[in-house]
């Protein structure tokens, strides 16, 4: 069974970050991570850059299908967080971001979470 929860363990992140080969620079990150078992499969974070938060890091071992989950995920940690705007300059992510209904805007995608988690479905 899958479960997506935020994580601390610098130990567990390395060590996943360096068996995926994924080297990432040293910049305030909150990660959350994705769990088969008690094995991570998945890991994303979202991180401060100059008073934005940005969601640039997503990544699942196997199957690109979950990464839409771990995204959706970091997502509602933000807006529990009280975070309102997150932003986005992955290239690697464009699809996630549209998907998402991320706004591209000056060069950065833009998604406000003000009523993102409550507007009812469309379909």
Known sequence: ??????IENE???????S????ILENVPRQFMAMYDGNE??????????????????LHVSGDTSLL???????????DLRG????????PALENTYT???FKKDEGEF????????????AH
């Open 68 to 78: 839409f989950g771990l995204a959706k995920s970091l997502l509602n940690m933000a």
């Open 83 to 90: 975070i309102k705007t997150i932003y986005g300059k992955n």
């Open 99 to 101: 998907a998402l209904h």
């Open 19 to 22: 068996a995926q080969g994924i």
């Open 110 to 121: 833009v998604l406000s979470l003000e009523g993102y988690f409550t507007v009812p479905c």
């Open 40 to 57: 991570i499969c998945g890991l994303g974070a979202l991180t401060l850059e100059e008073a934005k938060v940005y969601m640039d890091f």
């Open 1 to 6: 069974m899958l479960t997506i929860k935020p």
């Open 11 to 17: 130990i567990e992140i390395k060590a996943y970050l």
